[in-house]
């Protein structure tokens, strides 16, 4: 896809992808396609978890991905991606994700739960 981390602290993860003409929507539309913001906000929502997952982790899983697009993504160049951990337990992490337009403005968010396997002692 093109998108890489900006950076990771615990629980936090924020990604950018540098905008090409094949991310944007059909029909002559600039706005960046809404699969493609789909696709950033399981990815942002992945790396906020993955940040934070204890050493004994051997995976994750999106078990559910709730993408609310507010308004079209019109950006020039980037689209930028903040995920937070909002809660998280053994086996499940609850988390926010965020997608900026180049004003700051929040374009699409989505809220997901992600399973986490570890390694069985």
């Given at each position: 896809?093109?998108?890489?981390?900006?950076?990771?602290?615990e629980?936090r993860?924020?990604?950018?992808?540098?905008?090409?003409d094949?991310?944007r929507?059909?029909?002559?539309t600039?706005?960046?396609?809404?699969?493609?913001?789909?696709?950033?906000?399981?990815?942002?929502?992945?790396?906020a978890?993955h940040s934070?997952?204890?050493?004994?982790?051997?995976?994750?899983?999106?078990?559910?991905?709730?993408?609310?697009?507010?308004?079209?993504?019109?950006?020039?160049?980037?689209?930028?991606?903040?995920?937070?951990?909002?809660?998280?337990?053994?086996?499940r992490?609850?988390?926010?994700?965020?997608?900026?337009?180049?004003?700051?403005?929040v374009?699409?968010r989505?809220h997901?739960?992600?399973?986490?396997?570890?390694?069985?002692?």
């Amino acid at each position: 896809m093109g998108m890489r981390v900006l950076d990771t602290a615990e629980g936090r993860g924020r990604l950018v992808l540098d905008v090409q003409d094949h991310h944007r929507g059909g029909g002559g539309t600039v706005a960046v396609n809404g699969g493609v913001l789909a696709y950033l906000l399981d990815a942002v929502v992945g790396l906020a978890v993955h940040s934070s997952n204890p050493p004994d982790t051997v995976g994750q899983v999106t078990l559910s991905l709730n993408v609310e697009y507010l308004a079209p993504m019109m950006v020039a160049s980037q689209v930028v991606g903040e995920g937070e951990v909002v809660r998280r337990g053994g086996s499940r992490a609850f988390v926010d994700g965020r997608l900026y337009t180049d004003d700051g403005s929040v374009a699409c968010r989505a809220h997901a739960v992600l399973r986490i396997f570890r390694r069985r002692a």
